[in-house]
């Protein structure tokens, strides 16, 4: 049996959360208006739910690659960040401007249909 004290924990816990989740939405679409982003920040600022983001990524980034190799290149930028245990690690990210992102989105051919609705809100951006 769920106290009014429980419901009202949970309640403010949940309303936390969405608040996170718009704010952090928020925050990633002006930051795609400001400039060259990477591809997470793009789908994020759509409003993509979290379960799909990293999967819409990864396949953007497999994209992307191979259109580096045909001359669409994203702004290159070094960070370091720890992987499996090692300590700042140097790795080589890239970041894209909305019209690179397009671009990339339109040689996208997803099958789900939540990808597919992103790669359109993407190209329409």
Sequence with gaps: MATARTVLRDRVRANRAASRARRETAQAARRVRTGARSLTTHVIALGAAPETVK?????????????????????????RRSFAGAKRVVKTV???????????????KPRKAEYKAIRAALIAA
């Design 55 to 79: 999967g819409v990524v990864k396949a953007l980034q497999g994209v992307a690659k191979t259109a580096r190799t045909n001359g669409l290149k994203g702004k290159r930028a070094r960070i």
């Design 94 to 108: 890239y970041r894209y401007t909305r019209e690179q992102v397009r671009q990339i989105a339109e040689q996208y």
